[in-house]
């Protein structure tokens, strides 16, 4: 698969390639409060690790901040304009894979999934769990799980936030790359 764009990178962009069946990727947030490092799940959710791959490329979540934490659940961001929208790389919203929804859960802290708005509604968003979540299992897209920076994850679940659970300083991610 190419995956196709300009961004930040230039023609990089237009000759990177990812195959569903290689290793899995990496990707590095590098964030206000630390670096984190999250593995993707490229055979069990191709689709949803292509999108966010893609949107890394393009610098999409580049200076976004994460717009959402709520203690003990997750930090959620992803989306450049605060607000809880975004697009995904195929433009506007993609299906829920069956395979992540079937096979993978949210069984501790660390897990990354799409948040949405129902089914197949994924778009650029997504969290990252500080508990086990399993009441999520079957309704959110899993595709990765942090591999290091999870101290600087729980440090995210612990700013101090108003009533609508939206940090009131902002915690951004600086800049998003695929290592």
């Known amino acids: 698969l190419v995956l196709l764009g300009a961004g930040s990178q230039g023609d990089e962009v237009a000759t990177r390639t990812m195959s569903v ?3 899995d990727e990496v990707v590095r947030l590098e964030t206000s409060m630390g670096t984190i490092e999250v ?3 490229t055979q069990h959710a191709p689709v949803t690790c292509r999108n966010f791959v893609q949107l890394c490329l393009e610098g999409y979540y580049d200076n976004t901040i994460f717009h959402r934490v709520i203690k003990d659940f ?7 304009t605060g607000t809880g929208k975004g697009e995904s790389a195929y433009g506007g919203k993609f ?3 069956a395979s992540s929804l079937r ?4 069984v501790g802290a660390g897990v990354l999934s799409m948040a949405n708005a129902g089914p197949n509604t994924n778009g650029s968003q997504f969290f990252v769990t ?3 979540t399993p009441h999520l299992d079957g309704k959110h897209a899993i595709f990765g799980r942090v591999r290091s920076g999870m101290g600087v994850v729980e440090r995210m679940g612990s700013v101090v936030t108003d009533r609508n659970d939206r940090p009131t300083t902002d915690v951004r991610i600086i800049r998003a790359s695929v290592v």
């Open 130 to 132: 500080l508990a086990p």
């Open 74 to 80: 997750m930090v959620q961001g992803g989306d450049p």
């Open 21 to 23: 069946h290689e290793e």
């Open 103 to 106: 096979t993978l859960k949210h």
């Open 95 to 97: 299906e829920d894979e």
């Open 39 to 41: 593995e993707l799940y």
